[in-house]
Structure formats: structure tokens, C-alpha cells
């Protein structure tokens, strides 16, 4: 058995990592029965290259000879270490390596700053939820991903929102004070880089929502379909603001909608099977403690929560 090497990764093994994390996701999928990802790996994901350029140290591959064998990128923001991405290839499961590599990505956060660790899982793979538990961040949490897609699905019964919020996209780094103040409570921390990376990616655009002059909320609304997260001052807005979302997709034409919907937000969950959503997966929230403010928060891309 060649000897495994776990080191940081450079800006040009990224796209090797983004196969290595597709392969090794679709390989799950045959093994649960689920439909394969179609994704086409034509370039480095932007997204990914965003988390390893805010934490070099969490993004790293493990190596057997040169062939890249694991893959794991980890984020820190304040107090909140999390895990981003573990993906091991196939035929090289259960050996070891995806606790090494998570041994190496947690010992990035110093335990003097840091104090909650989190990640989000495939609920049906009970070797990742193991792995996780054995770190010290047991299941806390169901995460839904509600989805309907144009061509399948029935079309969808939208009615108006009660409340008529308006959208105002955000352009600029300095309108993000809202924001950051939002996320401290809603998701218990601040992030201004992930905030600036959405304003700056053309894939997406980052809104907020206001009730008449008061700003009670934000979004970001991807082009592709998905919307995430959507954050509420308040969680009798949410409903409004996930209609008013749900209703731009729509208006843009998306082949499909999505949202991250905690299964303890029971009035989300309704609302969204309702009008005509189907629970597309089933994820786990795994975290060394409970955080956040899940009534008034639908998380982001499951990569940051
Ligand atoms: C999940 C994944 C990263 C784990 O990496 P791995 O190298 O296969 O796992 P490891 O061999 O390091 O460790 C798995 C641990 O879980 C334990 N385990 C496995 N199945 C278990 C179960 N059902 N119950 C309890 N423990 C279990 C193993 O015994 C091992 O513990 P040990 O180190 O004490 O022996 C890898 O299997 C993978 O890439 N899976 C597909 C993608 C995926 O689900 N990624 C997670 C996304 S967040």
C-alpha cells in the first residue's frame, strides 16, 4: 500500500478536488439507489476556491504517491469552525483516511477562539454520521432540501405574500452592516467574506427585503434556482419572504427552485409542500452543540451553512 501524504492543496489541484468530491458523492449515490449529480466539471468551482483563499490551512488533499485520494476543506468564521467538504474516492473507503484528514482540518482551530464545531451530512450514510459523532459533533438537527423542478413537477400554487416586502439587490460592500448583524443572530456569527464573494460572483445576487422603510431580512438567489439562505428578524416575515422568492424564481424562469428548510421549521416545511415542493434530501446538522436561530433562518449552501 502506497504512503499516504495529507498536505495543502494549491489553486491548480482544485478542479482534481471538485472530481474527486463528484466521483466519490456519486458512488454514494449508486449505493443508496439515488439518482447520480450531474455535474460537468469544466473549471475550478468558484465557490470552493473562495472557502480555500478565506482558510488556506482547512484546504487540504491526502495523497498516495501523486494521485489525490481525499479531499477536506474546513472554514473558520469567529467562534465557528466548520466543515466544508470530506470526500474520500471509492476504493479507498474505510482505511482510515477521512479521519485523518479530519484529525488535520479540526486542528486548525485554536481551542482558545473557537468552541463550536459543525458540518452538514448525508443523512443516510451512516459512516460519515459515525465519523462525525466520534469527533464530538453528534446529529443535532434535520436539514431538508425542498425542490421542484419545472419539467417534473406540478406547477406550483403561489399565492400573494400578506405583507408586500420590497427586494433590493446589494451591490456594495458597505451595505453589508444589516446583514452582519442579522447573521450574528440568526446564525451566531458574522461572515462579510462569504457576503462579499456572493456580491461579486455573477451566479447569484445577494437582497435584501424591507417592510416599508425597515429592513427585515436577506437572501441570496442564485440564477440556477436555489435560494439560500433566507434570514428573518423576525420568523412571521419568513413566510412572506420565502413566497416573494419562490415568485422571482419563477418570473426568472428557473428549471428549478430550492431551499434549505430546518425540519423543525414546521411552518417553512408546510408552506413549501403546500405549494407544490417535494423533500428532494435529508440531511443532518451535526454540531458539537446547538446554535443558531433555525425558526427565523433557512441556511445557506450546505458548505457554510
Ligand atoms: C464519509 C467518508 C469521508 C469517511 O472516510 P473514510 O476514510 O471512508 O472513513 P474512515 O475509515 O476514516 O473512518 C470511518 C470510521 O467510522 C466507523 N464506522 C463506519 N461505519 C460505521 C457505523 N455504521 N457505525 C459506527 N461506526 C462506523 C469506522 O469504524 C471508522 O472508525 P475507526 O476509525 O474508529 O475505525 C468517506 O467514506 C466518503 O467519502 N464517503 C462518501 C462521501 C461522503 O459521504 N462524505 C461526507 C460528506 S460531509
Redesign the pocket.
Known amino acids: 500500500m502506497p504512503r499516504l501524504s495529507i498536505r495543502k492543496l494549491k489553486d491548480s489541484e482544485m478542479k482534481q478536488a471538485l472530481r474527486l468530491v463528484v466521483n466519490?458523492?456519486n458512488?454514494?449515490m449508486k449505493k443508496v439507489n439515488r439518482k447520480p449529480w450531474r455535474i460537468r466539471i469544466t473549471a475550478t468551482n468558484p465557490f470552493m476556491l473562495h472557502l480555500k483563499h478565506t482558510d488556506p490551512d482547512g484546504c487540504v488533499g491526502a495523497f498516495e504517491n501523486d494521485r489525490m485520494v481525499?479531499f477536506a476543506s474546513s472554514i473558520i468564521r469567529e467562534n465557528h469552525w466548520y466543515?466544508g467538504?470530506?470526500?474520500?474516492v471509492p476504493s479507498?473507503?474505510?482505511?482510515?483516511?477521512?479521519?485523518?484528514l479530519l484529525t488535520r482540518v479540526i486542528a486548525t482551530a485554536d481551542p482558545n477562539e473557537v468552541d463550536l464545531f459543525s458540518?452538514?451530512?448525508?443523512s443516510y450514510?451512516?459512516?460519515?454520521v459515525?465519523?462525525y459523532s466520534?469527533f464530538g459533533m453528534p446529529p443535532q438537527s434535520v436539514i431538508l432540501n425542498l425542490l421542484w423542478r419545472r419539467e417534473n413537477d406540478r406547477k406550483l400554487k403561489v399565492r400573494r405574500p400578506e405583507r408586500k416586502l420590497t427586494m433590493k439587490h446589494i451591490d456594495d460592500y458597505e451595505k453589508l452592516g444589516f446583514i452582519n448583524k442579522l447573521d450574528k443572530r440568526n446564525r451566531g456569527v458574522t461572515r462579510p467574506e462569504d457576503h462579499k464573494f456572493f456580491i461579486d460572483d455573477d451566479k447569484c445576487e445577494l437582497v435584501s427585503f424591507y417592510d416599508g422603510r425597515k429592513p427585515v431580512g436577506y437572501t441570496v438567489l442564485y440564477k440556477g434556482g436555489w435560494v439560500a439562505p433566507v434570514s428573518a428578524v423576525d420568523p412571521t416575515y419568513l413566510p412572506d419572504m420565502v413566497i416573494s422568492c419562490v415568485r422571482h424564481q419563477l418570473d426568472r424562469k428557473c428549471k428549478l427552485i430550492a431551499f434549505n428548510c430546518p425540519g423543525s421549521n414546521d411552518v417553512i416545511l408546510r408552506q413549501l409542500l403546500k405549494i407544490g415542493f417535494r423533500i428532494d434530501e435529508t440531511l443532518l446538522l451535526m454540531s458539537n452543540k446547538p446554535f443558531g436561530n433555525l425558526n427565523s433562518y433557512l441556511p445557506a449552501h450546505l458548505a457554510i451553512f
Open positions: 466519490s458523492g458512488a454514494l481525499g466543515l467538504y470530506l470526500f474520500v479507498r473507503w474505510s482505511r482510515g483516511i477521512g479521519r485523518k458540518l452538514c451530512t448525508f450514510n451512516s459512516q460519515a459515525a465519523l466520534s
